[in-house]
């Protein structure tokens, strides 16, 4: 059973940290380690045993799921435990648990003793075990299948929001349980936003369109980013596009395991550089996806790649009230290098919708 | 929205804490009293000012689409609420809705403000959300007049063979197509999968002999509709007929206790104790209903809640037999001096009916 390996891997770390338990209250942590994925679920694991506490809602589910833990319903936290015996050292998850949670917590528990761990397991989930990679895997095509739909509807005239409706829709007709996250649709000097709220501006002729979107498949996320441009592009159109191009393709293929996240985002930011637009390149490279659409490890310092990893690798150039591009693969770290779980068409210079090579 | 009214209410509840400034963490919270709805950002609030502190990503919406705040922009994964309450030279004692910050969080403001005392106020804004202004509820009532024509034009397509995810994708659209800023979650349960209160749509296709249970909702104006009806796909049995009769004169009890006054306690038994009666005590195990507005939010129909007029509540009582199936009836309404007004206007059949048979 999947979920009992991911626990005896926490449960090992615990071990490391000094603790002998835990106390999970992260919903995607309590569905990582259970299969549980109901509203409310806190974990409470210790020496020999774990609980799953849930309530009526999802007793049923909960039952049925969560294998290797005992369901309780009814019982606050601190009642399940002091049902423990000893005096448990049981660490919570501080950027998780609530201030309220915890001082509940701390007037109602008796004899164990509470302590704060950071990321421990945001750190295993980091490592992606082939269950996961298979439905990113899915999440990552259904992505480029609902692209490839939407093409012919990227026409001068179209706003954003109906775009990035459609490209919602299409997800969902593929079995996607929803989007990993709100799709961005930017056009014209709106692309020129990393993080533009999609809105009613029509596309029309001259305009780059960044699609930044993903889907959600059975709890888990993938990630990805293409621009087209509609008509016929300047010079500058190519200079900029082509440097995003560049720096996305050889950045990412560098990802390999024993690799440092930090060369890999510094030789996107070389490219750009190169070009002239380092100051425009400003986010950073990238990030882990899995469950969370924003998770460990980072694409920079502090990180040397491993096999399960995966990431995405996003360089974008983004100049004020003219436009901009960026280009985005989730990548997948296998156990001699890495490979893009996004496949969509990845053209090196500015392409109008519906291009496959180029 | 009256966002001048709401900001002064928070005021006055700082006063009664006597802190000099209050931090609202809350997303729902937050998009109350000054109608942001991004993902990420505080509300700093002292007696004088009010500051949506949020970053880059939202510097747009922060300015365009909030009233009554300064929008205050600082670095991406940045903690910026201490440097905003220095800045604004908050005081000694401020105040925070613990139960939408970190512990994680909380380190961070202690560690950069030793010389201010941060106190706790888990659902510091909660008591002002309880009661909906008029506004408020002309938004509930656009977002059930929304969600209640989809669930007639949805009737057509509960057939053998539709899917529970078609389904699901069918009332997002359809609830979109009608003017729903964003549809809800939707709960399609058929057959066997119905005796989960929260089943997650699945690819079953309905079949006959199915009951097919919908709870579902859109969100209009920032405010939730929520509704739940359960219909039989063919022929019913008794038993099948014997639990939807029970739900349905409990959901009516249930309402029927509601007034202004009336604790969760009361309420729940009265449509509690009808299923009780009927015998099927142990398979309606949870609450009887919950608070709703932008987000869930007391007060709740349950025990330690105290209902006064204007709460908008649920009132959703079920019956789940596991291998059978289930039934849920639920209405959205107002607490009035003297009832319940539903904003839920979809037929409510008093016995078991197929999709749409009493249109």
Not at chain 1, 332 to 338: D, P
Request: charged share 25%; with cysteine; net charge negative.
């Amino acid at each position: 059973m999947r979920t009992l390996l991911r626990l005896a891997k926490f449960r090992q770390r615990l071990s490391e940290l000094g603790a002998d338990g835990a106390i999970v209250t992260s919903r995607e942590n309590v569905a990582y380690l259970t299969g549980f994925s109901g509203s409310a679920g806190t974990l409470v694991i210790a020496p020999g045993r774990a609980y799953l506490v849930t309530d009526g809602r999802y007793e049923i589910r909960a039952r049925e799921v969560a294998k290797g833990y005992r369901v309780t319903l009814g019982k606050s936290l601190a009642d399940v435990v002091n049902e423990l015996p000893g005096r448990p050292r049981l660490a919570y998850e501080p950027t998780h648990l609530t201030d309220s949670r915890l001082s509940e917590l701390q007037a109602g528990v008796r004899r164990a003793e509470l302590r704060p761990e950071s990321r421990v397991l945001e750190e295993i989930r980091a490592v992606k075990d082939p269950d996961e990679i298979a439905l990113i895997e899915r999440a990552a095509a259904i992505a480029d299948e609902a692209w490839a739909a939407l093409q012919p509807s990227i026409v001068p005239g179209v706003t954003e929001v109906e775009l990035s409706n459609q490209l919602e829709a299409a997800m969902k007709a593929r079995g996607a349980s929803g989007v990993g996250f709100d799709s961005i649709v930017a056009s014209g000097p709106n692309s020129a936003i990393p993080h533009h709220e999609t809105g009613d501006r029509r596309i029309r002729e001259g305009d780059f369109i960044t699609f930044d979107f993903g889907a959600l498949y059975k709890g888990y996320r993938s990630d990805m980013t293409r621009t087209v441009f509609i008509g016929e592009p300047t010079e500058k159109h190519r200079e900029v596009y082509n440097a995003v191009y560049r720096a996305q393709v050889d950045s990412a293929a560098m990802i390999a395991p024993g690799v440092s996240g930090e060369d890999v985002a510094n030789k996107a930011r070389e490219i750009i550089k190169e070009a002239g637009y380092d100051k425009y390149f400003t986010h950073g490279l990238g990030h882990g996806v899995g469950r969370d659409v924003h998770e460990l490890p980072g694409v920079g310092r502090g990180t040397i790649f491993e096999p399960g990893h995966v990431v995405t690798v996003e360089p974008g150039i983004y100049l004020e009230g003219w436009g901009g591009v960026r280009i985005e693969d989730t990548v997948f770290v296998t156990r001699s290098g890495s490979r893009p779980l996004t496949t969509s068409p990845k053209p090196a210079w500015p392409s109008p919708p519906g291009t496959v090579d180029g | 929205m009256n966002y001048v009214r709401r900001l002064k209410a928070l005021r006055a509840r700082m006063a009664g804490l006597a802190v000099q400034a209050a931090v609202v963490a809350r997303r729902d919270a937050i998009r109350y009293l000054c109608g942001f709805a991004g993902s990420f950002g505080d509300l700093v609030l002292t007696e004088e000012q009010a500051w949506l502190v949020t970053d880059g990503r939202y510097a747009t919406a922060a300015k365009n689409r909030t009233v009554g705040v300064t929008p205050v922009i600082g670095g991406q994964g940045l903690e910026l609420v201490p440097g905003a309450l220095r800045e604004l030279g908050a005081g000694s004692r401020v105040a925070y809705d613990s139960d939408a910050v970190t512990v994680a969080r909380l380190h961070e403001w202690e560690a950069a403000l030793p010389g201010t005392e941060l106190v706790p106020a888990p659902g510091l804004v909660d008591p002002i959300m309880a009661v909906k202004d008029d506004d408020e509820i002309r938004a509930m009532a656009e977002a059930c007049r929304i969600t209640d024509r989809v669930w007639e034009e949805i009737q057509g397509e509960i057939v053998p063979g539709a899917t529970e995810v078609r389904l699901a994708q069918r009332l997002a659209e359809l609830q979109l197509e009608h003017g729903a800023e964003a549809h809800g979650f939707a709960i399609v349960a058929s057959g066997p999968n119905s005796a989960y209160p929260h089943h997650v749509p699945t690819s079953r296709a309905v079949k006959a002999g199915d009951f097919v249970k919908v709870d579902f909702g859109c969100v209009y104006d920032g405010y939730n509709s929520d509704l739940t009806r359960t219909v039989v796909v063919g022929e019913a049995t008794e038993r099948q007929r014997e639990v939807y009769e029970t739900v349905y004169r409990a959901q009516i009890a249930g309402c029927a206790a509601v007034h202004s006054g009336a604790t969760g306690e009361e309420v729940d038994r009265a449509a509690r104790s009808v299923i009780e009666e009927a015998g099927f005590g142990e398979q309606f195990n949870h609450g009887l209903g919950h608070g709703l507005g932008i987000a869930k939010h007391p007060p709740h129909v349950r025990p330690g809640y105290v209902l006064a007029a204007g709460n908008a509540i649920t009132i959703e009582p079920g019956i789940y037999i596991e291998g059978l199936g289930g039934v849920r009836i639920e209405d959205l309404g107002i607490v009035t001096e003297t009832g319940f007004r539903s904003l839920s206007y979809a037929p409510k059949p008093p016995k078991l009916c197929q999709p749409g048979e009493w249109q």
